[in-house]
T-cell receptor, first 115, second 115 residues
Framework: NAGVTQTPKFQVLKTGQSMTLQCAQDMNHNSMYWYRQDPGMGLRLIYYSASEGTTDKGEVPNGYNVSRLNKREFSLRLESAAPSQTSVYFC??????????????FGSGTRLTVV | DAKTTQPPSMDCAEGRAANLPCNHSTISGNEYVYWYRQIHSQGPQYIIHGLKNNETNEMASLIITEDRKSSTLILPHATLRDTAVYYCIVRVAIYSGAGSYQLTFGKGTKLSVIP
């Protein structure tokens, strides 16, 4: 099925460990995003990539790095995980809007716990 | 992007219409109103969007007041599967170019559909 695929779905890290969250989309979208969602809160933008080869900071970029590997893939890396990074991470992609359709598609999320 | 205000929670009887309000008193002339929902911590799902005219699709209707300072999302016949957090988002639409645009989520309205 077409959409946004995130791996892994669950992860537990110890403080100071590093890991990379993977995201891939098969809809040929130019733009991709990483959001985080803390309990009881809305989503907040970490980083985004408007097109292949470009990345920009969002609202909460500190402690993260990203790589737009190609048009399909956009990864998020935590170099030294902290308990404050315990969250659910959502990847998304988008295409330009057209009347009656909003171009955003979200993945199913990665639930990360840092102990 | 303009700020939105939504009630934190609402209940609705199964089979009845669910009317979810949103205030966006600082909306600008070129900003659209979008609605997304998030079911049980899955990735957010697009529902509908509009500028000033009322809109309807297979999922819901969107009623925007004439002064555009508030709107109502209507689920005409709520089912248990409509239990979710509903987010009202106001932003400028981009219909061309790379299509990169941030979604700013508040805390939304937790809708509980009761049997």
């Amino acid at each position: 099925n077409a959409g946004v695929t995130q791996t892994p779905k669950f992860q537990v890290l110890k403080t100071g460990q590093s890991m990379t969250l993977q995201c891939a989309q098969d809809m040929n979208h130019n733009s991709m995003y990483w959001y985080r969602q803390d309990p009881g809160m809305g989503l907040r933008l970490i980083y985004y990539s408007a097109s292949e080869g470009t990345t920009d900071k969002g609202e909460v970029p500190n402690g993260y790095n990203v790589s737009r590997l190609n048009k399909r893939e956009f990864s998020l890396r935590l170099e030294s995980a902290a308990p404050s990074q315990t969250s659910v991470y959502f990847c998304a992609s988008s295409e330009p809007l057209r009347p009656g359709f909003d171009g955003y598609t979200f993945g199913s999320g990665t639930r990360l716990t840092v102990v | 992007d303009a700020k939105t205000t939504q009630p934190p929670s609402m209940d609705c009887a199964e089979g009845r219409a669910a009317n979810l309000p949103c205030n966006h008193s600082t909306i600008s002339g070129n900003e659209y109103v979008y609605w997304y929902r998030q079911i049980h911590s899955q990735g957010p799902q697009y529902i509908i969007h509009g500028l000033k005219n009322n809109e309807t699709n297979e999922m819901a209707s969107l009623i925007i007041t004439e002064d555009r300072k508030s709107s109502t999302l209507i689920l005409p016949h709520a089912t248990l599967r409509d239990t979710a957090v509903y987010y009202c988002i106001v932003r400028v639409a981009i219909y061309s170019g790379a299509g990169s645009y941030q979604l700013t989520f508040g805390k939304g309205t937790k809708l509980s559909v009761i049997p």
